[in-house]
Nanobody, 115 residues
Framework: QVQLVESGGGLVQAGGSLKLSCAASGRTFSHYDLGWYRQAPGKEREFVAHIGGTTDIADSVKGRCTISRDHDKNTVYLQMNNLKQEAAAIYCC???????????WGHGTQVTVSS
C-alpha cells in the first residue's frame, strides 16, 4: 500500500524557515515525480514544486523554496525560507509515476506563519 507521510510543518514567524519532509513507502519511487502542493483556507490547491525528470518551482515561491530528494530514503524535502504570511497553508505531497497510473497524495502538514 502506497503511503506518503508529510512532516515538518508548524508555526513560524514571518521571515523564518521550515523544512518539510515527505516519506514515501509501499513501492519503489525511483521513477516517480514527487511534488508539493498547498491549500490555504478558502483558496484552491496550488502547485508549489516538484522533482523528477525535471525540477520545477512555482513562480510564487521561487527564490524562497528549494525542493530536494533522497532516493535512498524515498523522501522529498521542501526547504522554505523567508516565509511570508501568505505561505500559510496545508502542504501536501504528491507522487506521479512517469509510467502513468494514479497519483498518490499524502494527508498534509500544516504551516502557519505569524506576523
Amino acid at each position: 500500500q502506497v503511503q506518503l507521510v508529510e512532516s515538518g510543518g508548524g508555526l513560524v514567524q514571518a521571515g523564518g524557515s521550515l523544512k518539510l519532509s515527505c516519506a514515501a513507502s509501499g513501492r519503489t519511487f525511483s521513477h516517480y515525480d514527487l511534488g508539493w502542493y498547498r491549500q490555504a483556507p478558502g483558496k484552491e490547491r496550488e502547485f508549489v514544486a516538484h522533482i523528477g525528470g525535471t525540477t520545477d518551482i512555482a513562480d510564487s515561491v521561487k527564490g524562497r523554496c528549494t525542493i530536494s530528494r533522497d532516493h535512498d530514503k524515498n523522501t522529498v524535502y521542501l526547504q522554505m525560507n523567508n516565509l511570508k504570511q501568505e505561505a500559510a497553508a496545508i502542504y501536501c505531497c504528491r507522487a506521479d509515476s512517469a509510467l502513468g497510473g494514479p497519483a498518490y497524495w499524502g494527508h498534509g502538514t500544516q504551516v502557519t506563519v505569524s506576523s
